[in-house]
């Protein structure tokens, strides 16, 4: 494209760019309202009205302020650790009861699930949602990605992975874990 944007890709190309077991679960904020898109197993399902904008903000408030607990030094989080898990593992919950709940009857446990948040969405931690048993990511091989085209592409692009590869890392002790 001379304008250097990607051109949509056709539903067909889409999905044959896509691995057959990976499922999609891509978000969108339409006014308030939070929908999802799923394509799992050559289907594509839509699931209106899933939560609310302002739902998810202040869910995301109170998971925040459970993480600011935790930052609030090694003695008090030591001492405090099972509280704060709790505290932390209901905010979670809360968050999977919105936005993941609704989808579990599409997805199957132990394929790989990528996840296209939109908006507030992004400030999501899926893979460490909580169902009241286990987190997201001990049932599902979680990943991201910025939309369900670029998704498409690497998919494609996977298939010919590179010759050669620089991986980095910064040890320091400020770096949360």
């Known amino acids: ?46 699931v209106r009205d899933l939560t609310g904008v302002p739902v998810i903000q202040d869910l995301l408030r109170r998971l925040n302020a459970q993480w600011d607990r935790f930052r609030a030094g090694a003695d008090f989080a030591g001492r405090h650790m099972t509280v704060l898990e709790r505290s932390a593992q209901r905010a979670l919950a809360s968050l999977y009861t919105e936005l993941m709940a609704p989808l579990e009857s599409w997805l199957t446990p132990g394929a790989p699930l990528a996840i296209v948040p939109h ?3 992004h400030h999501v931690p899926f893979h460490a949602l909580f169902d009241g048993q286990g987190y997201l990511l001990d049932r599902y091989e979680i990943s991201y990605a910025p939309s369900a ?11 010919h992975p590179p010759i050669h590869a620089l991986v980095t890392g910064v040890a320091d002790a400020l770096i949360p874990e």
């Open 1 to 46: 494209d001379p304008n250097g944007f990607a051109q949509p890709l056709s539903f067909e190309t889409f999905e044959s760019q896509l691995s057959p077991d990976l499922m999609l679960v891509s978000y969108h904020i339409v006014g308030e309202e939070i929908l999802a898109f799923l394509h799992c197993q050559g289907q594509l399902q839509v």
């Open 149 to 159: 085209t670029v998704l498409a592409l690497y998919q494609q692009r996977r298939s």
């Open 119 to 121: 908006g507030v969405l």
